[in-house]
Structure formats: structure tokens, C-alpha cells
């Protein structure tokens, strides 16, 4: 069964420019998280999909950071403009029912 | 809001022996999860061991298992007869449900010396 996948794993940028990261569940994973995992503290969920639905954005800085599960399967996780305390791994997960979550490999984003 | 602490910010074991990595969690739910995750370097996060709070039984895994203190809001984790491989960030988290957000705590270095 192959894991969850992300690209890319690394992005370096200026701020004020935007990036965008892609994620890839595993197959049949109805719920898909983001988590900004900022070095030295533990990720913080930024947003959580069952399917194609938003299920808790709570924590998610709207003025800039955005996010779209249009098919229910793969996701894309969207900061414009990007800050210079936006520098942190983002991490996907996904999990079935009753199931706990299996984590991508993360993207690095560094901003300049 | 649910708070996971973990206060230990690094420990060190020698290989073989056996190591205790603490956490405190605060909560006004009766129903939860607990989970500890590893994080190599390479930063893939990985389920190490899960506990549900109905379930009075310590969870176990192999090397690894749990002492499960409710009333306490502890939850540590043992790893025994510890290995190269063990050396990573362990993180203690928290959910109200199988597919409800994860709350992390800090992370803790464990370091493991030959």
C-alpha cells in the first residue's frame, strides 16, 4: 500500500511570494489533515477534510493561507503572501474510519 | 483547550536499556485517545503506540508500552531493551476521537549512545 505522498519536499521563497503544496492520500482515506509543524514544537492541524468537506479550519490564517480537496482524494495547501514565520514543515496526513492518521514525509518551506 | 506538555526537551539511553519518556495532557473530555508518534530525522512521522481512556489495560507494542495514569492525566511511554533505531523525536499527542485532530505536545530528543 503505498504511503502519503508530497511534493515538494523542499521550497525556499522571498516573502510576499506565494507557494503551493500538494498531497496525496492514501487510497480509500476519506479524512486528510495539513499540519504546520514550526522547528522545535510539535505540528498544529491547520485543516482538517472529511472527503471534500472542511471539517475544522479553526487554526487555519485565512487572510493568507488557503486550501482545496476538490475530488476528496489529493489536496493543495496555498500561502499568499507568504511571511517569514511561515518557515516550518507542512505535513499531510490521512486516516480511514476508526483508523489513526498516517503522515507524509512533510515539505520544508523556507522563506527569505 | 486540550493541552498535551512534554517537559523533558531531550533524554539520552544507552543501548539495551531501558528508557521512560514522560507526558501530562489536560482535558474535561472522559472519551479520548493518546498516542505517541516517532519522528526520525528524515521527519516521516510514525504511530508508535495508541491508547483509548475507556480501557484501563496499559497498551503495548512489542518494545514498547505505555503506563496509562487517567486520574493523573499521564501518559509515558517505555521503550525497553533500547536500540540504535530508537533515536528520534517522540511526540505525545491527543484526540477526542479515532479521526478527530491530533494535539501535540513539544517533542522530546531522545538520543541513544552505543
Known amino acids: 500500500e503505498a504511503g502519503v505522498a508530497q511534493s515538494p519536499r523542499y521550497k525556499i521563497i522571498e516573502k510576499r511570494q506565494s507557494v503551493a503544496f500538494w498531497c496525496n492520500p492514501i487510497s480509500g482515506h476519506a479524512t486528510l489533515y495539513w499540519y504546520q509543524q514550526i522547528l522545535g514544537q510539535g505540528p498544529k492541524l491547520l485543516i482538517q477534510f472529511q472527503n471534500n468537506g472542511v471539517v475544522d479550519d479553526s487554526q487555519l490564517p485565512k487572510d493568507r493561507f488557503s486550501a482545496e480537496r476538490l475530488k476528496g482524494v489529493d489536496s493543495t495547501l496555498k500561502i499568499q503572501p507568504a511571511k517569514l514565520e511561515d518557515s516550518a514543515v507542512y505535513l499531510c496526513?490521512?486516516?480511514?474510519?476508526?483508523?489513526?492518521?498516517?503522515f507524509g514525509p512533510g515539505t520544508r518551506l523556507t522563506v527569505t | 483547550a486540550q493541552t498535551v506538555t512534554q517537559s523533558q526537551p531531550e533524554m539520552s539511553v544507552q543501548e539495551a536499556e531501558t528508557v521512560t519518556l514522560s507526558c501530562t495532557y489536560d482535558t474535561s473530555e472522559s472519551d479520548y485517545y493518546l498516542f505517541w508518534y516517532k519522528q526520525p530525522p528524515s521527519r516521516q512521522m510514525i504511530l508508535v503506540i495508541r491508547q483509548e481512556a475507556y480501557k484501563q489495560q496499559n497498551a503495548t507494542e512489542n518494545r514498547f508500552s505505555v503506563n496509562f495514569q487517567k486520574a493523573a492525566k499521564s501518559f509515558s511511554l517505555k521503550i525497553s531493551d533500547s536500540q540504535l533505531g530508537d533515536a528520534a523525536m517522540y511526540f505525545c499527542a491527543y484526540s477526542t476521537g479515532a479521526n478527530s485532530k491530533l494535539t501535540f505536545g513539544k517533542g522530546i530528543t531522545l538520543s541513544v549512545r552505543p
Open positions: 496526513a490521512s486516516s480511514r474510519p476508526f483508523y489513526e492518521q498516517y
